[in-house]
């Protein structure tokens, strides 16, 4: 049986009434040589929608905060991880009369990359708990709150998409950072490996790294550390990666 929508009225001065309008973060780290995202899990003694599931961090967007949607993703994103300007990338717009049974409703997303190392979780006021799910298990068997199985899909798609061709893996790393560190972490992402061979020539050769010294290591020989030049933006590359030869 549907379930019947409600409606709110307009508000004065407007002859039409407003949808719920909210921004949802896709936070992505790498951690045990796997992709991970963050969920909060909804209180279960409440009387809001889907109580005890988990979902992607998110809210309402405030007027009186927001200056723009981006705004709203840094307050949210903020309050869950503790980290102030991670890379950041919208995403798209989910919107319907039923995704949300308290009324028509339309969500912003964007997805976040962070270094795991600089996180410092807060479940905050409206969450049961906060906790790190690694995406490929959650693709197999999707089960969030409103449509934001829908939304981790698209992210996890675009990630893997830019990644065959831009530099976003480093966003995922604490600097410095060795070249093999980076290449595991494309690896990671991208769920196969890649050619090793030219994998050193192509991130040098991009010219958006810059050397920090060498870094402890176990070897004999300890390597170079790096850091972004920019972190602001990722670099395009000319061509996407190779699968590494088999056999």
Request: aromatic share 10%; proline share 8%.
């Amino acid at each position: 049986m549907a379930t019947k929508t409600t409606r709110r009225a307009a508000a004065p001065g407007n002859d039409f009434p407003r949808p719920y309008t909210t921004v949802d973060v896709v936070i992505f780290t790498v951690l045990k040589d796997a992709l991970k995202v963050l969920l909060v899990q909804r209180p279960s003694d409440t009387t809001e929608p889907h109580p005890g599931l988990w979902a992607l961090p998110g809210g309402f967007v405030n007027v009186e905060l927001d200056e723009d949607l981006l705004a709203c993703a840094r307050r949210k994103l903020l309050q869950k991880t503790g980290v102030d300007s991670p890379y950041l990338e919208q995403l798209g717009s989910w919107g319907s009369a039923t995704r949300d049974p308290r009324g028509w409703s339309a969500t912003h997303a964007y997805f976040a990359l962070i270094p795991v190392q600089d996180l410092e979780l807060a479940k905050g006021a409206n969450a049961a708990d906060v906790a790190w799910f690694d995406v490929d298990e959650l693709l197999q068997a999707p089960a969030l709150a409103f449509d934001h199985s829908d939304i981790l899909l698209a992210a996890v798609e675009r990630l893997r998409s830019k990644v065959e061709y831009t530099s976003l893996p480093a966003f995922l790393l604490q600097e410095p950072f060795t070249l093999p560190q980076l290449q595991r972490t494309y690896e990671v992402v991208l769920g196969r490996p890649v050619d090793k061979s030219g994998f050193r020539t192509r991130m040098l050769a991009a010219d958006f790294l810059e050397e920090v010294g060498f870094v402890e290591s176990e070897s004999n020989r300890p390597p170079m550390g790096y850091r972004l030049k920019d972190r602001s933006t990722p670099v395009t590359f000319p061509r996407t990666f190779s699968p590494r030869n088999k056999g």
